[in-house]
């Protein structure tokens, strides 16, 4: 059985005596895919150690996250009104994952914010907020537009219906990579480079199960 790496995220909290620490944690729709998918997925929660992570395991998933890339990663600042965390735990462990696993040519998939990582690390940059693609209210759906040959044409053909749980988007993409999926407004919805694979939706949340076995397909 594969074993796939996944970046743990974090959250801010206090203890009972309002001592301040990190919780680390992975959306428990991935322990339901990988179940379903038949792969065992490890939780990489520090630098520690990550060279022989990436050794041991066939792939790696960079999940979604609540909080977004600090835009002093693409050479930019904060747009007025938003705000982006001190700790570059999230970042930076995203970076070190995606340098380590295609240094020696290891599938990886970024999911929504995993996607705008990709894209950040291989010198792409983001769009630091675009109108309704999320909401607190209903989970958004929209139609997104497929090219052919392509890892998300091979799931879905030329359209599907895709979850929008963002509010931040690709704006200039990564040298080499394509754009394989757009919604009706233009923004760009997945983008894929030989073996690595970003979507800015979230497959797990709808327990796309196929989507995570194609995914299996490319890891060695």
């Given at each position: ?184 407004d233009g923004t760009i919805e997945a983008i894929e480079k030989g073996n690595l694979i970003g979507l800015q939706w979230h497959p797990e949340v709808d327990y796309e199960v196929d989507t995570f076995?194609?995914f299996l397909d490319l890891c060695e």
């Open positions: 059985m594969k074993i796939i790496a996944i970046s743990t995220r974090s959250v801010d909290y206090k203890s009972d005596a309002g001592i301040a620490k990190r919780r680390l944690y992975i959306n428990g729709y991935f322990s339901e895919i990988a179940e379903k998918a038949g792969f065992i997925l490890f939780p990489v929660c520090s630098d520690n150690g990550l060279e022989e992570i990436a050794a041991m395991c066939s792939g790696l998933i960079i999940a979604g996250r609540d909080r977004d890339i600090n835009p002093k990663y693409y050479g930019e600042k904060p747009l007025e009104g938003l705000e982006y965390p001190d700790d570059p735990y999230e970042d930076e462990l995203d970076f070190k994952l995606i340098e380590l696993f295609e240094k020696i040519n290891k599938p990886i998939l970024g999911i929504c914010s995993g996607l705008q990582s990709l894209n950040i690390y291989h010198g792409g940059t983001l769009k630091q907020h675009i109108d309704e693609h999320s909401s607190k209210e209903q989970l958004i759906r929209h139609t997104i537009n497929i090219e052919d040959n392509s890892f998300v044409h091979s799931l879905y053909g030329n359209k599907t219906e895709v979850n929008s749980i963002h509010h931040q988007a690709i704006k200039d993409v990564a040298e080499g990579f394509k754009v394989t999926a757009v919604a009706n076995k194609k």
